[in-house]
Each structure stands twice: as structure tokens, then as C-alpha cells.
């Protein structure tokens, strides 16, 4: 029998690089590349590289402002990172520490044992419960306390579907 590596049907996300003129309404050739995308289903972000590069040289008060006089609300490097999440139907969750906030990326659709088991196997293996909020609520009441003080932090088990921007804090049996 022969081992066949067939190639599957891919998710595609068309990227078009123009000039500054172009960033609002794209071009002819963006246009062409809409209707293909529209036609098979796919992806379309539109960006420019030379504003892109210059975005990456300014700090936050000059780049809001630069953005700003371009019209834009957001670099394309953000809108292009959005546009591959939903692509790949991917979603991000968070853990909050006194330290740090990281960030970890699953599926849509993962439960939370399996959310846990992205950060380490035995966190899914030995999977009690987790603790959530949304980054929302942290940004807004400051702590875990003003959480709690705020009815906001709940306790979900395992058949909870992750939400994207939850927070979790997770409590298992090694």
C-alpha cells in the first residue's frame, strides 16, 4: 500500500502591501485580490510596509498621534494578527500573576482542562477547577480582592468553553 501525504485544504489569508494612499481604499490591484479572496472563502488584510516600519520607531504618544493623522485606529501589524486568530479559529486566554500577565493561545471551543493542559499536561491530567474573570475586570477593579469584592471572579469546572480575554487561575491534583 502506498503512504500517500495528500495536501489538505488549507486556510489562505491574502495580504496586500500598498502605499499610503492605499491604506483606506486599497487599489486595483487590492480590488483583484478581494474578489478572489470573497471568491474561495479567504482572508484579506490590507497594510503598508513603509508604515509599518515607521510605526515600529515611535513610542505610544507619537505612534497614537502618526496613526491618527493617517486616519487609522490600530497599526496593521495588530489587524493582520486578528485577521490570523480568527483564520486558524484561535482565541487567546490569559493567567494572571503578582508578577506578570501571560498570555496563552488555544482553540475556540477548548474546555477548560484543556486550556489548562496548554500551559503544562498535568494541569489538564489533574484538573479540579478554575478560577475566572475577564481582562476587563482585572484592568478595571486592580486585584483579585476588588474582583471578589465586585462579584466578578467565578469558579467553573470541566465542561466550561473558554471565552476569549478570560483570565484563569487554575487549582489541580498532581
Known amino acids: 500500500m502506498l503512504d500517500a501525504q495528500l495536501i489538505t485544504s488549507k486556510p489562505v489569508l491574502y495580504v496586500c502591501n500598498v502605499d499610503e494612499g492605499g491604506l483606506e481604499d486599497g487599489n486595483d490591484f487590492v480590488a483583484q485580490v478581494r474578489s478572489h479572496a470573497e471568491a474561495e ?16 520607531e ?20 495588530h489587524r493582520l494578527a486578528r485577521a490570523t486568530y480568527e483564520l486558524l479559529d484561535l482565541q487567546t486566554y490569559f493567567t494572571c500573576g503578582p508578577k506578570e500577565i501571560r498570555a496563552w493561545t488555544i482553540h475556540k471551543g477548548f474546555r477548560a482542562p484543556q486550556a489548562a493542559g496548554v500551559i503544562h499536561t498535568d494541569f489538564e491530567r489533574g484538573f479540579i477547577r478554575a478560577e475566572v474573570y ?29 471565552r476569549d480575554g478570560d483570565v484563569m487561575h487554575f487549582r489541580f491534583n498532581v
Open 41 to 56: 472563502g479567504s482572508g484579506l488584510v490590507v497594510i503598508c510596509g513603509k508604515v509599518e516600519s515607521e510605526i515600529a
Open 58 to 77: 515611535l513610542d505610544t504618544e507619537d505612534r497614537d498621534a502618526f496613526l491618527e493623522d493617517l486616519g487609522l485606529d490600530e497599526p496593521g501589524l
Open 134 to 162: 475577564g481582562i476587563a475586570d482585572i484592568l478595571e477593579y486592580k486585584s483579585e480582592a476588588g474582583l471578589k469584592a465586585a462579584g466578578k471572579l467565578r469558579v467553573e469546572g470541566k465542561e466550561y468553553v473558554v
